[in-house]
């Protein structure tokens, strides 16, 4: 994860924080490049032949990318621009996902064994190689937004939005039959507990809502235990989204309705009409933000703008949604909006994210000119508390600083952090000193 996500990270926390219900899906996550966008997991699929782009067919044989030719994987010729990113979600879909499945052993021309994901890439999808696949995947984004007359980023955000609705929509389908996880509990569909506990979070009396359900007190205990324990181990987030596009649609209040529309026409469709400016969006994000760092009570926070935590779920929800639609748009008014209540509230530095990730960056290599090395992963450490222990995030910085180093032909501080690097890797073998000098190699 990189800064930019964090950013993102910081809005989701608030739209977690308030509702006293189980949570609906929180906004987006801005990728760090279109390569590689972190697209969160919606509804509505029916909009996916709604979206208003074009129906032109992919080009046919090998692509060029980044100056070298590739030949075309098996599968991919001729097919739409959704029916393109929706192959590209659901391969990422089973990458994400590799741990449960067992793929043969292979090795590659130099007898070092591949990875599960490279394997499935390999036997399964036509890829000769791993490379092959992150160029290919670059390459489309880049073909299709010449197309749809949108960046890269944008292009892949968007349509990988409406991809992921679809792939949720059909496992809904598949997990709705008798014995699945989104079969009814004791008579009742997810819909309608959600629709009771929206009821009740928008401040409906508890033990009529349950009645008008169908259900008496003990029934209602039991049902809700069983859909809370089915959404809480559920990993694909398919029951999280019917219940969280059912929600909104149960919901009440002064922005129920731009809720329920963004709910069900989804990425691909028209959300309708702002229930609030994307600047108050983030002026509430930071005020909240600010509350829980000083241990205040968020929703004292959204009660002095005249909400109540419905209103914030609601608000949520449609942004979640119209930031997938025009993601460089809303990342660059967040960096802007974010810097300025952060640091109205007390909650920032008044530097916005990008400025923020230069100052990171120079920190460690500060530290790896200084002789303080060894302060660079406890400075990481305590700057994300949230991601102290997530090795990826970790090393993501440091090769941001090496890349730094690059630019400026400082081999030195180089050294000095893929020293610390070394200790992130997972699947590194080789002793710490041949390990750097090779990585050097490959640098300068």
């Known amino acids: 994860m990189g800064f930019l996500d964090k950013m993102k990270k910081k809005a989701q926390s608030a739209i977690g924080q308030v509702p006293q219900v189980p949570q609906v899906p929180q906004a987006p996550q801005v990728p760090q490049n279109y390569a590689q966008p972190q ?35 098996q599968g991919w010729d001729g097919l739409s621009i959704e029916d393109w990113f929706f192959k590209l979600e659901s391969v990422r879909e ?49 073909n299709w937004a010449a197309q749809t007359g949108e960046t890269p980023t944008d292009c892949e955000f968007r349509m990988s939005g409406i991809a992921r609705e679809r792939i949720i929509a059909d496992k809904a389908t598949a997990m709705s039959g008798p014995g ?4 009814p509990v ?14 009740v979070a928008s401040g409906g009396d508890h033990a009529s809502l349950v009645a008008a359900a169908g259900m008496d007190a003990p029934m209602w205990d039991r049902v809700n235990a069983e859909w809370t324990a089915r959404m809480s181990t559920e990993t694909s987030g398919t029951i999280a989204t019917v219940y969280s596009t059912a929600f ?63 209103d914030w779920s609601n608000i949520g929800q449609y942004w979640a949604k119209k930031q997938q639609q025009e993601a460089t748009k809303y990342y660059e008014l967040y960096n802007q909006y ?43 450490q305590e700057y994300f508390p949230e991601d102290a222990q997530d090795m990826c995030v970790l090393d993501g910085w440091l090769d941001r600083a090496c890349d730094k180093c690059v630019e400026t032909g400082d081999q030195g501080r180089a050294q000095q952090i893929l020293w610390m690097r070394h200790g992130l890797q997972d699947d590194v073998d080789e002793p710490v000193a041949e390990w750097v000098q090779s990585e050097l190699e490959s640098l300068f």
């Open 180 to 183: 699945g996880v989104l079969s």
């Open 39 to 73: 697209v969160p997991q919606a509804a509505a699929a029916q909009n996916y032949a709604q979206a208003q782009v074009p129906q032109a067919a992919a080009p046919v044989g090998g692509f060029h990318y980044n100056g070298e030719h590739f030949p075309m994987p």
């Open 248 to 310: 909104a649609a149960g919901s009440s209040g002064q922005y129920s309705g731009a809720a329920a529309q963004a709910a069900v026409v989804g990425v691909g469709g028209d959300v309708g009409a702002e229930p609030v400016s994307f600047e108050r969006f983030v002026e509430l994000t930071e005020a909240q933000g600010a509350a829980s760092t000083r241990g205040e009570d968020p929703i004292a926070v959204l009660a002095s703008f005249g909400m109540s935590p419905m």
């Open 94 to 142: 089973r990458l994400m996902h590799i741990d449960d499945e067992v793929m043969p052993p292979m090795t590659d021309e130099d007898g070092d064994v591949l990875d599960a994901e490279e394997v499935l890439l390999i036997t399964q999808y036509g890829f000769q190689h791993a490379g092959h696949w992150e160029n290919f995947r670059n390459w489309g984004a880049a």
């Open 186 to 199: 004791e008579g009742v569909s997810c819909e309608q507990w959600a629709h009771v506990q929206a009821g």
């Open 338 to 380: 974010s810097a300025v209540y952060a640091a109205k509230y007390g909650n920032g530095d008044g530097m916005t994210n990008d400025q923020r990730e230069v100052k990171i960056v120079n920190d460690i290599l500060n530290m790896a000119g200084s002789g303080q090395t060894a302060q660079i992963i406890p400075f990481l």
